[in-house]
């Protein structure tokens, strides 16, 4: 740290700094594979950002490199022009996969810049508007669904008050009276198992068609749901703004929508209540506070996707801190082992699933690289997808 | 049909030209047949070979005459939907399994999407070229030697988002002047390649339409439908745009808004040639028309030229003219047009086109970053 705090109060940091290195790291762990972008400056500060993205880890690394070349050289403080230059002057804008390594390099950009102006990212965003962080659990697991209510029993047990699962799989265009009775059941279930205080989002990951989104949620209504992620595609928003209008459970949509372009539609029509721009994907950091801020003149709320390491658990929260239409953050319960090993640096919980204010310099991670090296070492791991089928073998939205 | 055929191998050919690669997906089956689709995507060559490779499990061991039902896993099951970078690698993939498909049953992939319903493809040439108003008219005429009967120019380059009459006009005289060079029956599109801002464009576009322009293509950015369709309301030149809108779904607000005269789906951006047939069916139930976009290789010009062969509502078919030594170089053959400025339908079975590896190797990939333009105080124009 000594070294950071040098070169931030010696002279204009912008003037000195330049990118030396740009790196992707696969670490073959977890439930999909992590990709961390390490950017190296000729100060010695480092910066790491997340652009996890599940089954498309080669595209990712792939669409690294090929920004890298430009980043090398770079003033990394000039977050918003390279920004521009990468999105822009790719001319085949966006998609999830440029999108990803952009945010990935982005999130990197501001742990360098705060780092050497020894300042949390929060406080180069605007400062905090509050002083801790409510996460949610993605975390109830289980096939039955007297599994997946013991499963948000041991969470609320542990002390989580918000929990999100996914109850549908593979459901037809227009639900029958099974699948309505069986997600009723299942959510009976839960509600027994946790009461009624606890906060229960269901994440419909897009398998519902717009009819069958209004029949589930009609259905679930006496539940008292928090919110009905993605209840169909993202890919047409007057589809989701048609739920929107017919259902009063409040909608939230926005994991696989990027940039502040992909959002414009789902606010301008009343798509949805709550938006979730994952900073993995989005663009990044910046571009998710000018989504949030769009969002503000909505009155819509904002809880960012994450089902990724800490990292980027990091990153979010130090948007969610300066951010004033924050709900809710997203946090994965069941990391394995050798991944929470990665970070040197724990979150400071408080009860309830709050986190207090990270107050490190940057993105306030640090990396065990041991750790992340013995992981990337490991032998390559490329999955599919996991994958979800019709009765008759046709293919169904995971 | 039932068949054991399995795929067995997919492999994959950068081939360098100029600051971009184009970039070639060999998809091998167990009785020896290969198929050949292009996955060229600018200077995001790493992004979109890694993108290919993530494909390799879905497609290794499985049956190639699947091709809906692999497009639908690829697409669907990977949850992260669409984007360029994923759907041109699918789209390299798409066509090679339909170039397997067309080789295995001896037909021209045309005829596995409800035979020809023309006799002949009429060809416009990406060009003219040339930086001053002269260069430009001097390749025109070029082009109508070669025979083509339809040319698309960019005459722009970095435009403030309020731009002078002036600066309108730097690019007009240009259009003017090619218009004086070939005469008026030749058809001539204007390529704003996104690069105004709507009040600019509805100007550029009045500005145009003495010229008797056939099309505005992408008169400013995608990404807001509802601008686009502002600019489209006050233009009197038809507007076209489509190759920077991937699937069909991202096409729909357009159509609805029946304020665009053209849409212009690329078959490796869109995902392939059979999601840009259903693209094309989307047009012709709201009377739009038609031309793919393809500044691309031989290879996806021969896709594009099956498309088209089928479409009700066809228009013309770009084709990139700049005879660049490779070009020629990597493929079996090219296709050429006749003197009417028209390609003949594709007969051979499949693709009707390979690729020769051998010869590709002495185009090596390059690294290189796509080429920039930047406004007057140094900060990002859109290229």
Known sequence: MDAVVTVASAERPDLKIRVTEVIPHVLFAGRTNLIFVEVRTDVGITGIGEASLEGKTEAVVGAINDIAEYLIGQDPTRIEHHWQTMYRHSFWRGGVIIGSAISGIEQALWDVLGKALGAPVHELLGGRVRDRVRLYANGPRGTTPEEVAESCLRLVEAGWEALKLAPFEAVPGVAGPCELAQARHRMQLIRDA????????????????????????????????????????PEDPRAMAEVAAAISIPIATGERLFTKWGFRDVLALGAADVLQPDLAHCGGILEARKIAAAAEVSFVGMAPHNPYSWLLTMASIQLDLATPNFLIQEFLVDHPAEVEQLFATPF???????????????LGVELDWDAVRALEQRPYTRTYQPSLWHVDGSVADW | MATSRKIIRVRTVAVGAG???????????????????????GAQTNAVLGAVKDLEPLLLGADPSRIEHLWQQAYRHAFWHGGPTFLSALAGVEVALWDIQGQALGVPIHRLFGGPVRDRIRAYANGPRGDTPEEMAQSAADLVTQGFTALKMAPWEAMPILASKGKIESGVAKVRAVREAVGAEVDLMVDAHGRLSPPVAVRAAIALAPFGITFLEEPCLPGNAAALVRIARKSPVPI????????????????????????????????????????????EMHFVSVAPHNPWSWVNTMASLHLDAVLPNFLMQEVITDLEPWKDATVSHRPVIDAEGFFALPSAPGLGISLDIEAAK??????????????????VADW
């Open chain 2, 19 to 41: 600051w971009r690669n184009y970039i070639f997906v060999l998809v091998d089956t167990d009785d020896g047949l290969t198929g050949l689709g292009e996955a060229s995507l």
């Open chain 2, 362 to 379: 002495r185009f090596p990939p390059v690294e290189g970053r796509p080429p920039a333009l930047w406004h007057d105080d140094g900060a």
């Open chain 1, 194 to 233: 946790v009461g009624s205080d606890v906060d229960v989002l269901i994440d419909c990951h897009g398998r519902l068609s717009p009819t069958a989104a209004v029949q589930m949620a009609e259905a679930l209504e006496e539940f008292d749901i928090f919110f009905f992620e993605e209840p169909v595609l």
């Open chain 2, 240 to 283: 076209a745009v489509g190759e920077r809108h991937y699937t069909r779904w991202a096409f729909t607000e357009l159509l609805d808004s029946r304020t665009i005269g053209v849409l212009q789906p690329d078959i490796i951006q869109g995902g392939g040639i059979a999601e840009a047939r259903r693209i094309a069916a989307l047009a």
């Open chain 1, 348 to 362: 400071v919980w408080l009860p309830g699933g709050w986190v207090e204010p990270p107050m490190a310099p940057g």
